[in-house]
């Protein structure tokens, strides 16, 4: 995303300078020829043969990597200078350009990493700074819209006349919130940190039948809201060129004032005679009663990853544990990053998870399910295991707007993405997540985007036809996001 000025210099100072001591002879003179002239097609093609024939040195394989510069092919430009460097290591042409190559291949750490090598004069030129109190700003918000309400707003969720209760616990429209800053503090070592707020709209909703001393129904629904405070802190370690560890960590404290119901038997003792001082019948009724319960929970998921760039790929495997309302996850995965062009013009990221996840089986092993008299609910670990698949890819449209679309397969139920900065710790399944991206690098110093997702899930809702017997019906419905932000490179 760096368009600039190398090939302003080429025609002045690197024309002067780039006539080797005599070494390969009319090679020498051929590629030296080529490159005054502009010829960055003959250019490859001259030198790319004349390496592979055993004739190597440092003008060669300057030259090479300013002609691939040229093309915008960066990555291509820094595996010729990365060589050319080994070879003369206090050249400052070579190793500012091979800085920006960097930059506009978007291997910002490698940036970093190797800007400490540049002379004072390029470090001064190109504002090079080995340590930041900050480096960017992060800012993004926006609502999610969700369609949960209306796809069970119809459903009778009481069944049948012989049913006693019916349950569901709906979430709706969200708002989202984060904010982060990054600060270098070593040019190997980047943190950043953040915090994030999201309130969401929930909705409760029972429905209970009496069956004694008379049949009566009863439907009950109460609105509340899950509130989430986050904070997330990661590290970007850099501890050779090339090679980048990405530790992390999420915490999010989450907070709902719902309401549980409690069934139980009244009693009610009567005399035949009043003058009796015995009691003649007992006659039961049964009843609900609705009691406001505070549900607290410090969810966090710790993450780890590798990744590696070579050539026009960048390879990354990870690993985290996270604990997310009361269970417990572990997930590994691995993707390939692709730019067939060596630059940032078109990419595809592709990547493969493995997730082992605890979830809450109603009814437990002994397939009971609200206990007769007091209307708490038995329940069982379980454990699953999943494979999830997700594709993103990316295109320059023109000058400054990127488009970038992914999808995702698989149940994303407490899954975190993104060096975990995105946790997946919603009431309901996401069985598939879809979105569009438009990016706009509006210069070097500003970064807008506006990010739309939309998400296919599943709620449920639970019917009982008795004390002990029950069934579990799920729903689909879609979900909307759309967020916007902007980051702020000091």
């Known amino acids: 995303m760096f368009g600039l000025l190398i090939s302003g210099k080429i025609s002045g100072q690197a024309t002067n300078r780039m006539l080797g001591d005599g070494e390969g002879g009319d090679i020498e003179k051929t590629s030296y020829r080529l490159f005054t002239e502009l010829k960055w097609d003959s250019l490859i093609q001259f030198n790319t043969y004349a390496i592979k024939q055993g004739t190597d040195y440092f003008y060669l394989r300057e030259r090479l990597g300013i002609a691939w510069y040229e093309k915008q092919n960066y990555r291509k430009a820094v595996e010729n200078l990365e060589v050319a460097y080994t070879m003369n290591p206090t050249d400052n042409y070579n190793n500012a350009t091979l800085y920006w190559c960097y930059l506009n291949a978007g291997r910002r750490g490698d940036a970093s990493l190797f800007g400490i090598k540049m002379s004072n004069e390029s470090q001064a030129y190109y504002k090079y700074s080995k340590s930041k109190l900050v480096e960017n700003v992060f800012v993004e918000s926006g609502p999610s819209f969700s369609g949960n309400y209306k796809a069970q707003e119809d459903i009778q969720i009481q069944g049948t006349d012989t049913t006693i209760y019916g349950e569901n616990n709906l979430s709706g429209n969200s708002f989202y919130t984060h904010a982060g800053i990054t600060t270098k503090l070593f040019p190997w070592l980047k943190i950043y940190q953040g915090y994030s707020q999201i309130n969401t709209d929930m909705q409760k909703r029972s429905v209970f039948r009496i069956q004694y001393p008379s049949i009566t129904d009863h439907d009950t629904t109460?609105?509340?809201?899950?509130?989430?405070?986050?904070?997330?802190?990661?590290?970007?370690?850099?501890?050779?060129?090339?090679?980048?560890?990405?530790?992390?960590?999420?915490?999010?404290?989450?907070?709902?004032?719902?309401?549980?119901?409690?069934?139980?038997?009244?009693?009610?003792?009567?005399?035949?005679?009043?003058?009796?001082?015995?009691?003649?019948?007992?006659?039961?009724?049964?009843?609900?009663?609705?009691?406001?319960?505070?549900?607290?929970?410090?969810?966090?998921?710790?993450?780890?990853?590798?990744?590696?760039?070579?050539?026009?790929?960048?390879?990354?495997?990870?690993?985290?544990?996270?604990?997310?309302?009361?269970?417990?996850?572990?997930?590994?995965?691995?993707?390939?990053?692709?730019?067939?062009?060596?630059?940032?013009?078109?990419?595809?990221v592709s990547s493969l998870s493995v997730m082992q996840s605890e979830y809450w089986k109603l009814g437990g092993s002994s397939g009971k399910g609200y206990g007769a008299g007091n209307g708490i609910s038995s329940y069982s670990k379980q454990t699953d295991n999943r494979l999830i698949l997700n594709q993103k890819l990316g295109v320059k449209l023109q000058h400054k707007i990127w488009l970038e679309g992914s999808i995702s397969f698989g149940d994303l139920d407490m899954y975190s993405d993104q060096n975990a900065f995105i946790v997946y710790n919603v009431a309901d399944k996401i069985k598939q997540k879809a979105g569009l991206a438009l990016i706009c690098p509006i210069n070097p110093r500003y970064e807008l985007f506006l990010r739309y997702n939309r998400y296919l899930r599943q709620s449920s809702y639970i019917t009982y036809t008795g004390s002990e017997t029950f069934t579990t019906n799920s729903v689909n419905y879609l979900n909307h996001s759309v967020i916007g932000g902007i980051k702020w490179y000091f």
């Open 222 to 348: 109460g609105a509340y809201q899950n509130k989430q405070h986050e904070y997330y802190l990661s590290a970007s370690i850099f501890p050779k060129q090339g090679w980048t560890i990405t530790p992390s960590f999420h915490y999010i404290y989450s907070e709902a004032l719902s309401f549980n119901y409690h069934y139980y038997w009244d009693t009610t003792l009567y005399w035949a005679n009043p003058g009796w001082d015995t009691a003649q019948t007992v006659q039961y009724y049964d009843n609900y009663a609705f009691i406001d319960t505070a549900k607290i929970f410090h969810n966090y998921v710790a993450s780890l990853g590798i990744s590696y760039d070579y050539k026009a790929f960048n390879f990354y495997a990870y690993g985290s544990f996270s604990r997310i309302n009361s269970l417990n996850q572990k997930s590994a995965g691995f993707s390939i990053s692709w730019f067939p062009k060596g630059n940032l013009d078109i990419y595809s």
